[in-house]
């Protein structure tokens, strides 16, 4: 099945800085989320990109899609603390409606 | 509020003891999902519901079962526990969409098997 990998697994960062995020995946997508996880807690999603757009914005962060690469990324702008967490992304099947799931970016802000 | 709610947060149980653990949600999705989540390996999926008595294999489906006899409720059933899953396990809903909608996360249920 498709399936995202993130890059890096894990980056420390200090507050104030940008933090990106990569995610490749192998076959074509329908669209493309990000989520959150705050440790050992349920994930909580982000963004939504479909196949046809290439770019989406939503409060601090921006997510990319270029699906001749089959990679998207994700920037957190101005990083607070709080934005320590693990990434993910994932792939929409629609024919099996399931999300595939990548194995994360661990995201470790320094105040 | 809008929620996916499951329980226990947390069990430790032995071998081959028959376990249920539940999954409710009050956003009368219609989509249902279980995933577990292990270190290195991200999350994989279960089992999924479309609707009431529509339900599918995911990826890991093998020593797992499912029913989804009420829109709501969607309980993750363990026969035969064995060590190997032993992992975090999180339930999770969306609306039927033409797309994969954003899906709703439970707080996940972590499972000892000894």
């Known amino acids: 099945s498709q399936q995202g990998e993130e890059d890096p697994q894990a980056l420390s960062i200090q507050e104030g800085e940008n933090a990106t995020m990569n995610c490749s995946y192998k076959?074509?997508?329908?669209?493309l989320q990000w989520y959150r996880q705050n440790s050992g807690r349920g994930l909580v999603h982000l963004i939504l990109i479909r196949s046809n757009e290439r770019e989406k914005h939503s409060g601090r962060l921006r997510v990319t899609l270029d699906t001749s690469k089959k990679s998207s990324s994700l920037l957190i702008t101005a990083s607070r603390a709080a934005d320590t967490a693990s990434y993910f992304c994932a792939t929409g099947d629609t024919g099996r409606r399931a999300l595939t799931f990548g194995s994360g970016t661990r995201l470790q802000v320094q105040p | 509020e809008a929620q996916v709610t499951q329980n226990p947060r947390y069990l430790i149980t032995v071998t081959g003891k028959k376990l249920t653990v539940t999954c409710s949600q009050n956003?009368?999705?219609?989509?249902m999902s279980w995933y577990r989540q292990d270190p290195g390996l991200g999350l994989r999926q279960i089992y999924y519901?479309?609707?009431?008595?529509?339900?599918d294999k995911g990826d890991v489906p093998e020593g797992y079962k499912v029913s989804r006899k009420e829109k709501r409720n969607f309980p993750l059933i363990l026969e035969s526990p064995s060590p190997n899953q032993t992992s975090l396990y999180f339930c999770a809903s969306s609306s039927w969409d033409r797309d994969s909608s954003p899906l709703h996360f439970g707080n996940g249920t972590r499972l000892t098997v000894t």
């Open positions: 956003m009368n999705h219609e989509y």
């Open positions: 076959t074509s997508i329908n669209n």
């Open positions: 519901s479309m609707n009431v008595e529509v339900t």
